[in-house]
Nanobody
Framework: VQLQAFGGGWVQAGDSLRLSCAASRRTYDMAWFRQAPGKEREFVGGITRSDQSYEESVKGRFTIFRDGTKNTVYLQMRSLKPEDTAVYYC???????????????????WGQGTLVTVSS
């Protein structure tokens, strides 16, 4: 399975941005991670058939949803902050789970990353 993430860009604090992750075929659970400059990659949010989960700092601002007809998952980001600046990666799993998994090792497929820069 190949994943391609796109939609990143430069925005100002308070703006919104939507990232997309297109899969070559349907995957099971999907997630978004991000890596800020000088920091380790961290979980942002994930979605299964029955669950969604988000990292605390993005709750209420970020939403993940998927379009099954297009094998695409989206990350809608609102009220962006400078600390959201990072390279965002989408990830897909080989199996379906009931709960969202939050570690990198749980995901077998990765997109190439798309840079989001939020200026103050």
């Amino acid at each position: 399975v190949q994943l391609q993430a796109f939609g990143g860009g430069w925005v100002q604090a308070g703006d919104s941005l939507r990232l997309s992750c297109a899969a070559s075929r349907r995957t099971y659970d999907m997630a978004w991670f991000r890596q800020a400059p000088g920091k380790e990659r961290e979980f942002v949010g994930g979605i299964t058939r029955s669950d969604q989960s988000y990292e605390e700092s993005v709750k209420g601002r970020f939403t993940i949803f998927r379009d099954g007809t297009k094998n695409t998952v989206y990350l809608q980001m609102r009220s962006l902050k400078p600390e959201d600046t990072a390279v965002y990666y989408c990830a897909g799993s080989r199996t379906a789970r009931s709960e969202v998994l939050v570690t990198e090792d749980d995901y077998a497929y990765w997109g190439q990353g798309t840079l989001v820069t939020v200026s103050s």
